[in-house]
């Protein structure tokens, strides 16, 4: 099975109260699940990368075997593929742990996208920042 994994974190401040709002798809683009996460204090990477490993460990329980992963963080997203280095010691540790999630299946693709089009994870982040005042 194949799952789409919409993902964002976002922080209000950097760092600041922060949270993840995921989005998972089936083959046929129907919403499967979408969940949003407070996650205290944190920045805005940090966010971003406790996002994509909530995705994949949830698309997991799902039984997928591929998934695509499309963030509007273009660090992430280049980090995930290597095409960066990850030089801050916080964000290694989430790099691993993402790579280890991301070892659990068959094949993933991870792509950026503009934040225009990522509106449905988005919305989920500042809904759950909302609920924080």
Do not use: W
Not at 18 to 45: P, R
Not at 104 to 123: G, I, L, S
Request: hydrophobic share 35%.
């Amino acid at each position: 099975m194949r799952l789409t994994i919409n993902t964002d974190g976002g922080a209000r401040g950097n760092p600041g109260p922060a949270a993840i709002g995921v989005i998972i798809k089936d083959e046929k683009q129907k919403i499967i699940c979408g969940y949003g996460e407070y996650l205290g204090e944190q920045t805005n990477n940090y966010a971003e990368y406790a996002a994509l490993i909530s995705g994949l460990k949830k698309a997991k329980e799902f039984n997928a075997d591929e998934v695509e992963c499309i963030l509007d963080s273009e660090l992430v997203v280049k980090q995930m593929r290597q095409e960066y280095k990850v030089k801050e010691p916080t964000l290694q540790k989430l790099f691993i742990q993402a790579y280890n999630a991301a070892t659990q299946f068959k094949k993933v693709t991870y792509r950026h996208t503009e934040r225009a089009n990522n509106t449905e994870a988005d919305k989920l982040v500042n809904e759950t920042l909302d609920k924080q005042k």
